[in-house]
């Protein structure tokens, strides 16, 4: 706990500092609403679509996974066939088809935009799943790359990061002006203070916004994923993946674009990056059925 504290507080006063020195460099003066908005897009973004730019790297070097270039045995032709076939019907570019070596049962996609991606899944999942089971996984992650899930992603944060920092200072321009009423200038000790505890807390009223946002797609691509590959083989691969979901050894950068996410409930859900298996299958299954009931009315 004590080393997760001292490096929160060493990263603040890092970026502080860094912030400060960005700024006297362009000539901004942080104290006015221009220069503050526009200190806090650049960090805001800044990190978020440097992440979205380098993510098919990170996601590369921290799995260590395989890309198939030229297909070695018949599973490798009959996953990057599978790829292109989906790719095709959902109108993307040709994804990289990737393997990388994990126990439990996953797949992930990533990558700076719809035709440039790319999608990997794990040797457990080639283990433990059939056929039609892979293809829905596949699915679904194709249709996360079709929806443009990094990319929304990359821009929700870079707005959330700008409104915590805007924010933030803000907040604390008042409260060191009702400290000091006769101080011209804001930056006394009660500015610092209130900038840190309110990047804290609205870093984490941010974070729930992002982990709903990210909940929200994982339905919607298990829509894709059943559109592309069928409801029964999509529900039936989430069934399968109960075996050791929550089991996730994906990276940090990567997890919250796997199929299989974390398990939590009461408080920790908001924090979860995926919905319960559960619900995931229920909405399917809805589907399905509504589905149904359309065609029979039609008749």
């Given at each position: 706990m004590f080393k997760r504290?001292?490096?929160?507080?060493?990263?603040?006063?890092?970026?502080?500092?860094?912030?400060?020195?960005?700024?006297?460099?362009?000539?901004?003066?942080?104290?006015?609403?221009?220069?503050?908005?526009?200190?806090?897009?650049?960090?805001?973004?800044g990190g978020s679509i440097i992440?979205?730019?380098?993510?098919?790297?990170?996601?590369?070097?921290?799995?260590?996974?395989?890309?198939?270039?030229?297909?070695?045995?018949?599973?490798?032709?009959?996953l990057v066939q599978t790829v292109r076939g989906q790719a095709e019907a959902a109108g993307i570019g040709m994804p990289e088809v990737a393997i990388?070596?994990?126990?439990?049962?996953?797949a992930f996609a990533t990558g700076a935009n719809r035709n440039?991606?790319?999608?990997?899944?794990?040797?457990?999942?080639?283990?433990?799943?059939?056929?039609?089971?892979?293809?829905?996984?596949?699915?679904?992650?194709?249709?996360?790359?079709?929806?443009?899930?990094m990319v929304t992603m990359a821009l929700l944060?870079?707005?959330?990061?700008?409104?915590?920092?805007?924010?933030?200072?803000?907040?604390?321009?008042?409260?060191?002006g009702?400290?000091?009423?006769?101080?011209?200038?804001?930056?006394?000790?009660?500015?610092?203070?209130?900038?840190?505890?309110?990047?804290?807390?609205?870093?984490?009223?941010?974070?729930?916004?992002?982990m709903w946002f990210s909940r929200w797609r994982e339905f919607r691509a298990d829509a894709g994923g059943a559109k592309l590959a069928g409801s029964r083989k999509m529900i039936a691969a989430l069934e399968r993946l109960s075996m050791t979901y929550g089991a996730s050894t994906l990276p940090k950068q990567v997890q919250a674009f796997g199929i299989s996410g974390g398990v939590g409930h009461g408080l920790r859900r908001l924090f979860m990056s995926h919905p319960p298996l559960e619900e995931r299958i229920a909405a399917l299954r809805n589907a399905a059925t509504a589905t149904s009931d359309v065609r029979q009315s039609a008749f």
């Amino acid at each position: 706990m004590f080393k997760r504290v001292a490096l929160f507080l060493a990263t603040n006063l890092a970026v502080m500092l860094l912030l400060s020195v960005v700024m006297a460099v362009f000539g901004l003066d942080p104290r006015s609403n221009s220069g503050l908005l526009v200190m806090a897009a650049m960090f805001g973004f800044g990190g978020s679509i440097i992440s979205l730019l380098m993510s098919k790297w990170i996601a590369k070097k921290t799995t260590g996974a395989y890309v198939i270039h030229e297909p070695r045995n018949e599973v490798e032709r009959w996953l990057v066939q599978t790829v292109r076939g989906q790719a095709e019907a959902a109108g993307i570019g040709m994804p990289e088809v990737a393997i990388y070596d994990a126990p439990e049962i996953n797949a992930f996609a990533t990558g700076a935009n719809r035709n440039n991606a790319l999608v990997a899944v794990s040797m457990g999942l080639l283990r433990s799943m059939d056929r039609d089971e892979a293809e829905a996984v596949l699915a679904h992650e194709v249709s996360h790359v079709a929806n443009g899930d990094m990319v929304t992603m990359a821009l929700l944060q870079g707005v959330l990061n700008t409104f915590v920092i805007v924010l933030a200072r803000l907040v604390g321009r008042v409260v060191d002006g009702f400290l000091n009423p006769d101080r011209e200038e804001s930056g006394g000790i009660g500015y610092y203070a209130t900038v840190f505890v309110l990047d804290l807390i609205f870093g984490v009223l941010a974070s729930i916004i992002a982990m709903w946002f990210s909940r929200w797609r994982e339905f919607r691509a298990d829509a894709g994923g059943a559109k592309l590959a069928g409801s029964r083989k999509m529900i039936a691969a989430l069934e399968r993946l109960s075996m050791t979901y929550g089991a996730s050894t994906l990276p940090k950068q990567v997890q919250a674009f796997g199929i299989s996410g974390g398990v939590g409930h009461g408080l920790r859900r908001l924090f979860m990056s995926h919905p319960p298996l559960e619900e995931r299958i229920a909405a399917l299954r809805n589907a399905a059925t509504a589905t149904s009931d359309v065609r029979q009315s039609a008749f």
